[in-house]
């Protein structure tokens, strides 16, 4: 996967990625001009050119930004609620994207951003792929901490309801679509932990 260097982020950097990010969300990562970002930082496009050295750089690192915060969140809560493994700390998951969607009501950033980065090239969509599979691999590894045979396969069912589960909420204005994830979750961790308890066969 390709390293992608984040500026070195001044106050003014901050600021400004602070108010991209805000502005990028709620309207788009084309609709959203330079201009703009700049008055509302209260800075210059000259600034925002020096600091990241495009509006294609200054999106990368709004990318960057999100996937590295989505992580810390998820992380956190995880840990906070359900510090050992248990079937409840898989499912931890699932309410750390409930409590992230409540302030992020336009569905999935990652997704949004490359409905609109697809196929260009840009350095953004490896940042993208990196935080559908991150999302992956820790359900994947919280399954592997509570014991469940061959994880993977059961980790990328856990990973595809979480990711249903955002555009049911969001695009299918859905308000059960968390309860209803909650449930096929368990369903499919029960699942998992009964083949780990189930006696083997031999044919």
Partial sequence: MTTITQPRMTPTAIRILETAEGLFYAHGLRAVGVERIADEAGTTKKTIYDRFGSKDGLITAYLRQRCDRWHSHATSYVEEHEPEPSRARVLAVLDALD???????????????YAELAGTGHNGLSIIAEEKIWTR??????LTELGVPDPGPRGRELALVHEGAIVQLTAGAQPEA?????????RLIDDGVAAEEAPATWG
């Fill in 178 to 186: 968390m309860a209803d994830a909650r449930e096929l979750m368990r």
């Fill in 137 to 142: 691999d820790y359900y994947i590894g919280l």
């Fill in 99 to 113: 409590s992230w969607m409540a302030v992020n009501r336009r569905g999935c950033g990652f997704v949004n951003a």
